[in-house]
């Protein structure tokens, strides 16, 4: 598997990664192995890790608890990289952090570009699940609606995004339901952040540092996106929300686009990628940090905090009546006023007016 597409699964919480761990039979592995693995893990993150003084720290503990028997049970695949997994994110306190068994997973050499099989299985991949995009809807009242699960490569789920935001783009408020989005590539949440800005309002909205070349990489809206959306925008987010999910309620937030609506977000910012292990196994490690250019930090261990908190479940409707709300002070029409508030009291009794498919009488 390539090592592009082994990470955007992580990223995104496909189903491949998932199917890398939770396959058929339990495939068993010797102490040597383990110990192999242990190694190799502590190695490579005390040569790839964002920060390097606490990555020699938690390379010392895995190897103590490797010699103190800790991963002794751990006698299959499975068993030993959800114990991997879960010590580095505890101890490392990094949700990024990630161990998988991944037959067949080979290190692509930086600065090399994917074959166009490679990527065509990717663009393959990404196009099963939607571009990312679950669901888009027209809600009563004129409110657009979608829910976007991840972000895959812009130069693969950019026209999607386009397409979307051309759909709702008669709509009088857009509601993005990021509650179940873990996350993706940087520059796509840059690509789906361009639409909602108008022609010429350019934003600097992330930057990522990066470890290996002791660099800064900037990200702006892209002037030739397009359609624009200027119309009101409510962001719905949970404690599921994660990495670039996060970033782009971070930036809805901090560019003073959007009302974000929900929990508080997961809390990982530090970007990375998968490194061989042995054995089949592979970890994904934080290898870059994120700094926002508004607040001069970002939303690691804290997460994106709601402007309006409420639970995860209730994000939606909580979004739709403020809209609704809005909506209905700022209409100079008395029959549109009218209608506005017969479908803010039919939202507010939990009431959807049922389809009507029987034939014209």
Known sequence: MNHRILALAVLLSLAPLAGAQQGPAPKPVTAAERQAVVARLAEQLQAKYVFPDAAKTLA?????????????????????????????????????????????????????????????????????????????????????????????????VGDAFSAAITLLSGTDALILDLRRNGGGQPNSVAYLMSHFFAKGDERHLNDLYSRASNSTRQYWTNPAVGPRYTKPVYVLTSARTFSGGEECAYDFQTQKRGVIVGESTGGGSNPGDMYALGSDFAAFIPDGRAINPVTKTNWEHVGVKPDIAVPAADARRTAHLAILRDLIKASSSDEAKAELQQVLAKVEAGKEDAPVYSGRQ
């Open 60 to 156: 010392t503990a895995l190897r103590a608890r490797e010699a103190a028997g800790a991963y002794a049970a751990a006698t299959d695949v499975g068993a030993l990289s959800n114990a991997l997994a879960k010590d580095l994110r505890t101890l490392g306190k990094d949700g990024h952090f990630n161990v998988v068994y991944a037959p067949g997973f080979e290190p692509q050499p930086a600065g090399q570009i994917p074959t166009a099989e490679q990527v065509e299985d990717m663009r393959a991949e990404i196009a099963s699940h939607g571009y990312g995009i679950d669901s888009i809807a027209r809600l009563p009242g004129n409110v657009g609606y979608m829910e976007l699960r991840g972000f895959g490569p812009a130069e693969l």
